[in-house]
């Protein structure tokens, strides 16, 4: 079993910076392909970025130049680091892990979801 907290959510201005911590428990996840998705109201779960336990990570066009996605194996914590954030980036984000398996943009894949965290940007 993993658990996952996401930290770092709240509100900010746009064109502002903003870090979501993913903190692990229960299993060491170098070995899980992890990700991070985001839910806007009304609007279905969406895949933002995802890194592979070789570190390969992946984003969505949306979000591609603008976030970065890293872990730190070490402190079982898992980052996305957000800049110019946008209005449209307003959401639910939520972290995944997937153990033993690829990095991949499908929600269905993901074996473990923290609770999510909410992030608001204000023009």
């Known amino acids: 079993q993993v658990q996952l907290v996401e930290f770092g959510g709240g509100l900010v201005q746009a064109g502002h910076s903003l870090r979501l911590s993913c903190a692990a428990s229960g299993r060491t996840f170098s070995n899980c392909a992890l990700g991070w998705f985001r839910q806007a109201p009304g609007k279905e779960r969406e895949f933002v970025a995802a890194?592979?336990?070789?570190?390969?990570?992946y984003y969505a066009d949306s979000v591609k130049g603008r976030f970065t996605i890293s872990r730190d194996n070490a402190k079982n914590t898992m980052y996305l680091q957000m800049n110019s954030v946008k209005p449209e980036d307003t959401a639910v984000y939520y972290c995944?892990?997937?153990?033993?398996?690829?990095?991949?943009?499908?929600?269905?894949?993901?074996?473990?979801w923290g609770r999510g965290t909410q992030v608001t940007v204000s023009s």
């Open positions: 890194l592979s336990w070789s570190g390969d990570a």
């Open positions: 995944a892990a997937r153990v033993l398996g690829l990095a991949t943009t499908t929600t269905y894949e993901y074996d473990y």
